[in-house]
């Protein structure tokens, strides 16, 4: 069963097929199992593989107790009978020079098994909508190596902005990325 759109309780931003809503105790062990896979892994810069045990409780810790700058969401599709834990998206607030509004970086990681099925284009399309720390500007930064990723980004209105390098934990290398922008209205 696919609604148009589910309703989001407080705290929670609706997206299409699923919400997103802040991270939970309870969300450890699928992170742990999703982040574990090393194609998740490889497409980020900071989880490492192997996921070592106990990571993903310390994150989801310091996600419920806010001591992470930004915010930090679990794609939930439950309510529409797809899994409790599709991906994880996050707002990382960037240092702002004084009259130019907030700035955030957007990073997502999607589960494997819902590649290609629009679910991260839905859920950085419902962040953008709700603008939940009030930016004027977001940024990301995605691996040369992962165009599906891109694609997330250019689809939502994002902007090519230039090439870089960023580490990756996983691949213990410094790897070519593509940085975008989106100025949000």
């Known amino acids: 069963m696919v609604l148009d759109m589910i309703p989001a309780a407080e ?8 919400v997103l809503r802040p991270v939970r ?13 090393r194609r998740v892994a490889e497409a980020t810069q900071n989880i490492p593989h192997p996921f070592p045990p106990g990571a993903a ?5 310091r996600a419920m107790k806010h001591e992470r700058p930004g915010s930090v969401w679990v794609l939930d ?3 529409t009978g ?7 998206i996050s707002l990382k607030p960037m ?17 494997p098994a819902f590649w290609n099925t629009g679910i991260a284009s839905e859920a950085v399309r419902a962040l953008i909508a709700a603008n939940p720390l009030g930016d004027r500007t977001y940024f990301a930064e995605v691996f040369q190596d992962n165009p599906g990723s891109a ?5 939502n209105g994002f902007q090519y902005l230039g090439d870089a390098e960023a580490f990756s ?11 975008y922008i989106r100025k949000l209205g």
């Open 25 to 37: 105790a309870s969300d450890a062990g699928l992170i742990a199992h999703h982040a574990g896979d």
């Open 82 to 88: 797809l899994s409790e834990l599709l991906g994880v």
């Open 77 to 79: 599709g439950a309510l």
């Open 169 to 179: 934990v996983a691949r213990n290398a410094v790897v070519p990325t593509w940085t």
């Open 95 to 111: 240092e702002v020079k004084a009259g130019q509004g907030g700035q955030s970086e957007v990073a997502y990681w999607v589960a």
């Open 57 to 61: 409780e310390a994150y989801v810790a």
């Open 11 to 18: 705290g929670q931003i609706a997206a299409g097929r699923f």
């Open 151 to 155: 694609r997330v980004l250019v689809n």
